[in-house]
């Protein structure tokens, strides 16, 4: 079974600029997180998908911050513009229907915000 | 509101002796709760989960973690540590209010001396 794909695994730009990270998850599947690390501390949840729906999104920066679930399969997060602060590793997992069930995490996406 | 406690960022112990990471919760409902270990250069994999079942919960590779509700602790165990079991720990917790998000600690990582 193939596991949670991210890309790209790294990414450096400067403050303002844009970036999209992608994630297609384990295929089946219906819930699909969006996790930001920063170094030292554990995994923060910034949105959370059930197919095609955000179940939650309270702790995403949605002036910043976006992301989408097309067809309830493959997601983007998008930040714009980029500050200093957004470095991180950012994670996505899946999970086959709830946060009750096991996470499967894909590698991450370390951004770092000159 | 939920959240998370694991006392210690950094644990080390020699090869063979016990492994104890702690882990406090705060819920207003009965809680699921999970370990989750991280390994160098790997995503987020799980331990072991909680789910109002038994109260010993045993996990994948020797581990196992006792819910105590009168301490809201989760505590995870080893008897005997191996070289392999260096990673970093995360506790995590998820209620029912809320949709059930899952809320994650700083992680503990563990060093482990031959």
């Known amino acids: 079974e193939a596991g949670v794909a991210q890309s790209p695994r790294y990414k450096i730009i400067e403050k303002r600029q844009s970036v999209a990270f992608w994630c297609n998850p384990i295929?089946?599947?219906?819930?699909l997180y969006w996790y930001q690390q920063i170094l030292g501390q554990g995994p923060k949840l910034l949105i959370q998908f059930q197919n095609n729906g955000v179940v939650d999104d309270s702790q995403l920066p949605k002036d910043r911050f976006s992301a989408e679930r097309l067809k309830g399969v493959d997601s983007t997060l998008k930040i714009q513009p980029a500050k200093l602060e957004d470095s991180a590793v950012y994670l996505c997992?899946?999970?086959?229907?709830?946060?009750?069930?096991?996470?499967?995490f894909g590698p991450g996406t370390r951004l770092t915000v000159l | 509101a939920q959240s998370v406690t694991q006392l210690g960022s950094h644990v080390s112990v020699s090869e063979g002796a016990l492994v104890l990471l702690r882990c406090n919760y705060s819920s207003s409902v009965p809680p699921y709760l999970f370990w989750y270990v991280q390994y160098p250069n790997q995503g987020l994999q799980l331990l072991l989960k909680?789910?109002?079942?038994?109260?010993l919960v045993k996990g994948i590779n020797g581990f196992e973690a006792e819910f105590k509700k009168s301490e809201t602790s989760f505590h995870l165990t080893k008897p005997s540590a191996h070289m392999s079991d260096a990673a970093e720990y995360f506790c995590?917790?998820?209620?029912?209010?809320?949709?059930?998000?899952?809320?994650f600690g700083a992680g503990t990582r563990l060093f482990v001396k031959a």
């Open positions: 995590a917790v998820s209620e029912g209010t809320g949709g059930f998000k899952t809320i």
């Open positions: 997992a899946s999970s086959f229907y709830s946060p009750l069930d096991e996470q499967f």
């Open positions: 295929s089946g599947h219906a819930t």
């Open positions: 909680y789910t109002s079942a038994a109260t």
